[in-house]
């Protein structure tokens, strides 16, 4: 209801920008870091008592918090509306996105073997090829200026240079710097025992209403620049 209105996503926000009487508590953080983090080896598996009844505190005040801001937008005609989006919004994302188990192992394993032969072969030039500083450098060993590294400016490049060595560089750092490979694991790291993605889509993840992705990023895929009729 809030991000409907522009108004700050979180709770503690919100309540802050709108300057409701009773405010969000702010110890919750302290006491989420210190005991909800169970991946952390130093996290108690105890709670003291004292601890437990400023949880139960806080959790006191986000329940009156949210019913605050709840009587505020109760009655809004957009609130209506955009209740039955996220109820359609939390349907698609507990239903998922189907994934072909096959297809994605298959290029997890090919990335990662195409990222292995890279950087061997990256080796032979003595430099980072990841790093724009020391490509620049080793591009002006051969009188070469060059004013960024980015894939555009390397791939107008290539077919003007007449040392091999240089074309062959710009190929593998074309490999090395490619990002589906990290998108790939992201989507692997996140399947469901369905094989779906799921939680993927957030709602009213930007200021002007339109979803946003968490995680793999389903709205960040490269698209095809063949015609689609074809």
Not at 91 to 98: A, D, F
Not at 138 to 163: A, C
């Amino acid at each position: 209801a809030a991000r409907c209105f522009g108004l700050p996503a979180s709770l503690g926000a919100c309540a802050e920008f709108l300057n409701l009487p009773i405010k969000k508590d702010k110890i919750g953080n302290t006491l989420i870091n210190r005991y909800c983090k169970l991946y952390k080896k130093s996290t108690p598996l105890e709670i003291s008592d004292d601890d437990l009844e400023l949880f139960r505190e806080y959790c006191e005040r986000d329940v009156e918090v949210t019913y605050k801001l709840y009587e505020l937008f109760k009655n809004s005609k957009n609130v209506a509306l955009e209740r039955q989006i996220w109820q359609l919004d939390a349907k698609m994302n507990l239903q998922g996105i189907p994934v072909s188990t096959e297809n994605l192992y298959f290029l997890v394993n090919y990335s990662e073997n195409t990222q292995k032969e890279a950087e061997k072969e990256a080796e032979q030039f003595g430099i980072n090829l990841r790093s724009p500083k020391q490509m620049k450098e080793y591009f002006e060993l051969y009188g070469i200026k060059l004013k960024d590294t980015q894939e555009k400016t390397l791939k107008e490049l290539r077919p003007k240079l007449k040392q091999e060595k240089l074309q062959y560089l710009i190929d593998i750092r074309s490999v090395l710097g490619k990002a589906s490979v990290k998108k790939f694991k992201a989507l692997k790291d996140r399947l469901s025992l369905d094989n779906t993605l799921k939680m993927s889509l957030v709602y009213f993840g930007a200021h002007t209403g339109r979803w946003s992705g968490r995680g793999f990023q389903p709205h960040n895929l490269p698209r095809t620049k063949e015609n689609a009729l074809e």
